[in-house]
């Protein structure tokens, strides 16, 4: 009499395959959903902010982008994206100094940093930098963002935000908030192509000199 049982045994291993196939396909579209659902409704939340009071909304906005961060999505920089929709609301929390929710939305969306092009970003930076030059704490909140997607920039994107903080020292009379940001921005662009991302001495005379040629 023929032996099935290695057919059996096969056949139930093929099933047991198919079912946990299934069962990650589920569960990766569940994941998806619940993805794309927090990523609207942070983009409300926002948008809420920009429009009117920020108290009711503050807490669940920070709770949303404390999570693990979404996938990369082309649809964060594009055109009108997610960014566009969400600058308005991050300006407001600039405004009132709700800076730590301002750094886990980028936490929480860096992923989406890494895809498209990121010049609006970046002008969106420089702009809330001069507005705020003299307010050290917003800066340093801005300076952080900068330093932690730096490894993303291209070397002419770090040439252009350096520029920029230069320009933000001369613009603000060498305020200290401004000195202080600009010597962060240097850091980040001298020691991009150093041992370990760290600036050499050279590199902070450099960046002194740079900065001492904008105060004069």
């Known amino acids: 009499m023929q032996d099935f049982t290695p057919v059996v045994i096969g056949l139930a291993s093929l099933a047991f395959v198919i079912v946990a196939v299934v069962a990650i396909v589920k569960a990766n579209r569940r994941s998806g959903r619940a ?3 927090r990523v609207a409704r942070i983009l409300q939340l926002l948008e809420a902010i920009a429009m009117r009071e ?3 909304h503050l807490y669940e906005l ?8 979404t996938p990369p999505s082309a649809a964060f920089l594009a055109p009108a994206g997610w960014f566009d929709r969400s600058k308005k609301g991050l300006a407001k929390l600039l405004s009132i100094a709700q800076t730590s929710v301002v750094e886990w939305f980028f936490v929480f969306f860096t992923p989406s940093m890494l895809v498209g092009s990121r010049q609006e ?3 969106w930076f420089h702009e809330m930098v001069m507005l705020h030059r ?3 704490r ?3 909140a801005i300076a952080g963002i900068i330093e932690r997607m730096s490894i993303a920039l291209t070397q002419p994107e770090a040439d252009w935000l ?3 903080a230069l320009e933000t020292v001369q613009s603000s009379n060498s305020t200290s908030p401004a ?4 010597l962060r921005i240097g850091r980040m662009r001298y020691s991009r192509s150093r041992p370990n991302r760290v600036p050499t001495v050279y590199d902070e005379q450099a960046i002194a000199n740079d900065i001492a040629a904008r105060v004069s």
Do not use: C, M, Q, S
């Not at 000195?179 to 600009?182: D, P, V």
């Open 35 to 37: 993805d794309h659902d």
């Open 54 to 56: 920020t108290n009711t």
């Open 62 to 69: 920070h709770e949303l982008v404390r999570g693990k961060p």
């Open 121 to 123: 970003l970046l002008t």
């Open 134 to 136: 003299n307010d050290l």
């Open 138 to 140: 917003i800066l340093e």
């Open 162 to 164: 350096y520029a920029r």
């Open 179 to 182: 000195r202080t940001f600009a």
